[in-house]
């Protein structure tokens, strides 16, 4: 592996990222990286007037988690309902990442204590377990406005903010000072009651996903799938398997040798591929690496096949095929997200949209690294990982 000379937003030589920058038609909007989707949150929820929904995986005690605790309990003092379904499961990253500091999880029960100091074990970052009390958060528990849904385990691995029923604003942003400014994270907009109408369809299972509409979403739902089932992997790998020319992804976690088999048969028949993602992810780093040396040696380092490494820790999940079609939210190329997780993921048929998403990419990789020959990793610790996202499916997929 070799520095990437230049890499000026833009990716060159086979496979690499053209320059493009084509506007998003409305309703779809690319926010990008959480030093700019943030802000455009943070606006949407004191703009709102009647309705808010947050569905968050994690949300730190920190700045931007009370930055965004503090716009939501304004809203509620002005009248607007809000309702936050935020999942317990989540504590254990809460417990060993950022500031270590939960927003509204304090109380660490044994299991979750156990995992979080085993996680730490693993990657050597001891967790805390003294959660500072934070009184935003006990108020907004407390708030006539705003109910809160926090006790359970709800699998849920979306990220996704509702402001009126009219805006959805979904990705891979948790809600967190890293994922504010240390992170390369996406989030995309789309404005419309009828899409948030069409996702609160889907999530209940109440129709099937249909390409042809242009604008619909790739869901997993715990509520609406039976067990050991996902439509969604279905769907996400037929897209992938229908690709012509091009698959630009950039994915925060890898593993699931479906994905991995998928995007081999893409080089083989030709199709440029682009596969983004960190040098050292935060946890299955070493999954992420072994998984980029298997697609080196599958393809024998084809010329249609591009690795960029990225020194920053990748946390999208944005897939983009034939400069067209795109599939970006919070499901990751795991297991996890595959029948295990409740994901939304947003999927459009839009040349406009889907550009935008590939320059956001280029932009990504700027200090990016291209692989140039097999990926080393230590096969003890992937074995681990392995084992871990193995113990964490084992109720799902």
């Known amino acids: 592996m070799v520095a990437r000379d230049g890499l000026p937003g833009w990716a060159t030589g086979a496979g690499g990222l053209a320059r493009l920058s084509h506007p998003a038609a409305a309703p779809l909007r690319v926010l990008g990286t959480g030093d700019r989707a943030f802000p455009a ?10 309705s808010i929904d947050i569905r968050a995986f994690l949300w730190r005690d920190d700045e931007i988690g009370n930055a965004i605790g503090e716009a939501v309990f304004a809203a509620a003092e002005r009248g607007v309902k809000v309702t936050i379904q935020k999942d317990r499961i989540a504590a254990v990253y809460e417990y060993t990442g950022g500031n270590k500091q939960s927003f509204f999880h304090k109380r660490v029960d044994p299991v979750r ?5 085993f996680l730490g074990a693993v990657y050597r970052s001891p967790g805390s377990f003294r959660q500072k009390p934070n009184p935003l958060a006990e108020a907004i528990v407390g708030h006539e406005n705003i109910s809160v849904y926090r006790e359970r385990k709800r699998f849920d691995h979306s990220k996704l903010f509702i402001v009126d029923d009219r805006i959805l604003t979904l990705g891979s942003m948790g809600i967190g000072d890293n994922h504010h400014k240390d992170w390369v994270d996406t989030m995309v907009e789309v404005e419309g009651a009828e899409h948030v109408a069409r996702l609160d369809d889907r999530m209940r299972g109440l129709d099937e996903f249909d390409p042809s509409r242009g604008i619909d979403f790739l869901v997993h739902s715990r509520d609406a799938h039976r067990p050991k089932s996902c439509p969604m992997a279905a769907h996400r790998l037929a897209l992938l398997d229908a690709a012509e020319t091009a698959i630009t992804v950039e994915m925060a976690y890898l593993g699931d040798r479906r994905y991995t088999a998928a995007l081999a048969r893409a080089v083989r028949r030709g199709v440029e591929v682009t596969l983004v993602t960190a040098a050292n992810a935060d946890v299955l780093g070493h999954t992420n690496r072994a998984v980029c040396d298997a697609l080196m040696r599958l393809t024998g380092a084809a010329q249609n096949l591009t690795i960029v490494l990225l020194p920053r820790m990748v946390h999208s999940k944005v897939v983009v095929i034939d400069h067209r ?25 839009n040349a406009a949209f889907a550009l935008a998403l590939e320059d956001e990419i280029a932009r990504h990789c700027a200090d990016g690294h ?7 990793y230590r096969r003890f610790h992937s074995q681990v990982e392995r084992a871990i996202v193995a113990y964490q499916s084992r109720k799902g997929g």
């Open 113 to 117: 204590g156990f995992q979080a100091w």
């Open 325 to 349: 079609f795109s599939d970006v939210g919070s499901a990751n190329f795991t297991r996890l997200s595959h029948g295990v997780y409740d994901e939304i993921n947003l999927y459009a048929d």
């Open 370 to 376: 291209l692989v140039t020959h097999r990926v080393g």
């Open 41 to 50: 949150i943070l606006e949407r929820i004191r703009a709102a007037q009647t």
